[in-house]
């Protein structure tokens, strides 16, 4: 059998995982703080007809080699962490996160995960910050059930007017983490991502120090997914997918031509 037929059905496997990849990018470019993947790819082992340098005749050696390549293997999906556009919403529980960085989240089984969608609510029954999923951030905070008004500064000092006071009072920080290799994080859904060890340990610090991103109130971070940059990379997937199929076209036909050869 050709080796084309095999070669080129790794590139139809490929491309399909491309426009994967690609369906889930703009299935979420309106979810808070999504990250767009791209997927990365590694070509095959080579069969050496010839060696490079290999002495073809006493005192002639091959300049180049032969070499014969067997396709396309997937290597990994990349998160792509560029800054999505921050959009105002006006509500004073909103975040946005401007640079690096991620909310630390308390979930009910006691682990930890790490997002960048900062619309954040009260908890009835405690008064804390929790996400929209209800899951607790860290460290807690804790909101006056009387409370009119609520500041959060750049910095993470979160400040409340409770009562009838007309002095507002801090009730807490909240922090942010960073990992060394982001892209290394696990997605769980959900707005979620887990600590892993090719991302590094988290490191908590306030917004605005050891190179973590600062918190603007009232805003929230889209998706970073360009719709245009994705439909671009659609069509030349689907056009590399085409060209791969064709390969095994001519592939058969150059074998039917054999095999009428051989029935002549």
């Not at 010839?50 to 300049?63: A, K, Q, T, V």
């Not at 032969?66 to 909103?94: H, R, W, Y």
């Not at 988290?202 to 918190?215: C, D, F, K, R, T």
């Not at 970073?224 to 069509?235: A, D, K, S």
Request: charged share 15%.
């Amino acid at each position: 059998m050709l080796r084309a037929f095999s070669t080129a059905a790794t590139g139809m496997n490929a491309q399909q995982m491309i426009v994967d990849t690609i369906a889930n990018n703009l299935a979420n470019m309106n979810t808070n703080g999504f990250k767009r993947s791209q997927v990365d790819f590694q070509d095959l082992m080579y069969i050496k007809l010839i060696e490079p340098g290999s002495e073809l005749e006493s005192g002639h050696y091959s300049p180049t080699g032969f070499e014969i390549g067997n396709g396309v293997k997937p290597a990994s999906t990349t998160k792509i962490f560029t800054q999505g556009e921050l959009v105002m919403t006006g509500q004073s529980l909103d975040l946005a996160i401007q640079g690096d960085g991620f909310l630390k989240v308390s979930m009910p089984n006691g682990s930890v995960r790490y997002t960048r969608d900062g619309s954040l609510r009260i908890d009835a029954q405690s008064g804390n910050l929790v996400t929209a999923s209800g899951y607790f951030i860290e460290p807690s905070i804790t909101i006056p059930a009387d409370w009119r008004s609520i500041s959060i500064g750049r910095d993470g000092t979160v400040s409340v007017l409770a009562g009838t006071s007309d002095t507002p009072q801090s009730v807490g920080q909240i922090k942010l983490v960073r990992f060394a290799n982001p892209s290394g994080l696990s997605s769980m859904g959900g707005n979620l991502l887990a600590e892993t060890e090719a991302s590094g340990s988290a490191v908590q610090a306030a917004p605005g120090e050891n190179g973590i991103g600062s918190l603007q109130q009232g805003f929230l971070e889209k998706s970073n997914v360009q719709m245009i940059t994705e439909l671009v990379n659609l069509i030349t997937a689907q056009r590399a997918y085409e060209t791969n199929s064709k390969a095994i076209k001519t592939g058969d036909e150059m074998l039917q031509t054999a095999a009428s050869l051989v029935r002549g």
